[in-house]
């Protein structure tokens, strides 16, 4: 039974990929473009898990009725600094804005996560703390030129080589901070793999 289920992630991030790939259950990828905007009406935990969802379920739908046992996983990853997330920034100007607020301080990295199979949906989020140590104008523009962030919440991607300098402390998970918090969807996928999952 557990040899037809085939779970799908429903990104095409290379970094998600990577951080899945570590769990070491075989996986493929698709995505669909969705409305990622936030609902004001919701806490950010909230809206990490239902855009999370919400990327699972536009996948989940795209899968011909053959699919077999489809298990479905959607992310989403945001930034949150004095309670207000910061999504990806529109250009440099606005990367720049982004990374001069987070630096010299701490700030939170939240990442929802939903697993869809058998019309049941398993939602859940982590939360890590981070530490940005004091960057100057230059260091900022350098990095945007170099690292191009614009496709990362909170204008940064903690595993860039640029941002190793200025990295002062982390608490909670770090692979949360790149974009999926493994041990976490690990321990949710493990029941549904369970062959897989004790190789």
């Not at 595993?159 to 690990?186: E, H, M, R, W």
Request: hydrophobic share 40%; proline share 6%.
């Amino acid at each position: 039974m557990t040899s037809r289920r085939k779970l799908i992630l429903a990104s095409q991030s290379p970094r998600r990929r990577e951080l899945l790939a570590m769990t070491g259950i075989p996986f493929e990828t698709a995505s669909v473009e969705i409305d990622e905007t936030f609902d004001p009406a919701l806490t950010v935990e909230k809206n990490v898990m239902a855009i999370s969802k919400q990327k699972a379920e536009a996948v989940m739908w795209t899968l011909p009725q053959d699919a077999g046992e489809a298990i479905v996983l959607g992310s989403d990853t945001t930034v949150v600094l004095d309670g207000a997330a910061l999504g990806k920034p529109g250009d440099a100007d606005h990367a720049f804005e982004m990374l001069s607020a987070l630096q010299g301080r701490s700030h939170e990295v939240l990442t929802g996560f939903c697993i869809l199979h058998d019309g049941k949906a398993i939602t859940d989020y982590a939360r890590t703390i981070v530490e940005i140590g004091a960057m100057t104008p230059g260091e900022i523009t350098r990095y945007i030129e170099v690292m191009k962030p614009f496709d990362k919440a909170g204008s940064y991607g903690i595993q860039d080589p640029l941002l190793a300098c200025f990295v002062t402390g982390i608490d909670g998970c770090y692979y949360n901070v790149v974009g999926l918090p493994v041990s976490k969807v690990y321990a949710a996928l493990k029941p549904l793999f369970p062959l897989d999952a004790n190789r």
